[in-house]
């Protein structure tokens, strides 16, 4: 169906480039449906993809015998494509509605209950991750969360965001935008001298940008070119490759980020202990 004005803006293209000839207008449609505005009704003559299908099968009953076999083929190839995903008329399609009329009730509940982009996907990302040494933090549709070991035993389990009460977890967002995976280091809210220790812990590194939200911190971003609702039709080794290549991309940022933290956590405690004892 013709939407922005396009069957006006393609009448004036043609009308620009192709002064010196004649002009005719065919608007193709499956059942031979007016255009929308009143000017293109006008301008275009209406035609049916039905028609297109009537026409092709007239000439394959008079002119068979004199049409050469790869001519057939590929005519009839097309009106099949074109009976089944166009006009929705072929033998197929209306063997598929029996089907489906017979077993309405188990086709509706495997449909409301299908596995989308990010169900299939995540444990791609779960199993590449754990193989990295990393531990999986808390879970949300579409992203993959974890940490290290070091910062999973020192870091405290007081934030406010996430359901396993994380203050800090770098995460994967692989799904929501359906372009990229966005890797993250992202701090949670969660007590002030929390947030600001990290935030010093992390502040020299080479890569570490400073956060632009208040609520959730987020230090540290690369993105990858990741396209979930294509990826998921790939096959199984494809698809642990394209995985696997941005988790050994980012461990090393990772494991950086990870070392600093630890560090300086390590170091906070030790200072709160030692001013403790002389208190």
């Known amino acids: ?7 006006k803006r393609y009448k004036k293209i043609i009308e620009e480039t192709f002064k010196d000839k004649n002009q005719f207008f065919v608007y193709l449609t499956p059942f031979g449906i007016d255009p929308a505005d009143a000017d293109s009704i006008k301008s275009y003559i209406n035609y049916s993809y039905s028609q297109i299908t009537d026409s092709i099968e007239s000439i394959l009953l008079l002119y068979r015998n004199s049409i050469s076999s790869k001519i057939i083929f590929y005519l009839e190839d097309y009106l099949v494509t074109v009976k089944r995903e166009l006009l929705m008329n072929d033998s197929l399609n ?7 009329n017979a077993h309405k009730e188990a086709f509706d509940f495997i449909f409301d209950n299908r596995p989308d982009p990010s169900s299939i996907l995540y444990p791609y990302f779960e199993d590449e991750i754990k193989k990295s040494g990393f531990v999986i933090g808390s879970k949300n549709k579409g992203y993959i969360r974890f940490t290290t070991p070091e910062l999973e035993a020192k870091l405290p389990k007081s934030g406010q965001g996430w359901p396993n009460k994380e203050v800090f977890l770098f995460e994967i967002e692989y799904f929501w935008s359906d372009r990229y995976a966005t890797v993250n280091a992202v701090i949670a809210p969660c007590d002030d001298n929390v947030r600001t220790g990290i935030i010093d812990a992390v502040k020299d590194l080479k890569n570490y940008k400073e956060p632009s939200g208040k609520k959730w911190l987020v230090f540290f971003k690369k993105k990858y070119s990741f396209i979930a609702s294509e990826v998921i039709n790939e ?16 461990k090393p ?11 300086s956590y390590k170091d906070y405690l030790e200072f709160k202990s030692a001013t403790s004892d002389h208190l």
């Open 235 to 250: 096959d199984e080794a494809e698809i642990e490759k394209r995985v696997k290549e941005i988790i050994d991309d980012i």
């Open 94 to 100: 209306e063997l598929a509605l029996k089907v489906y």
């Open 253 to 263: 940022y990772v494991l950086e980020i990870s070392g600093s933290i630890a560090k």
């Open 1 to 7: 169906v013709d939407h922005s004005n396009q069957l």
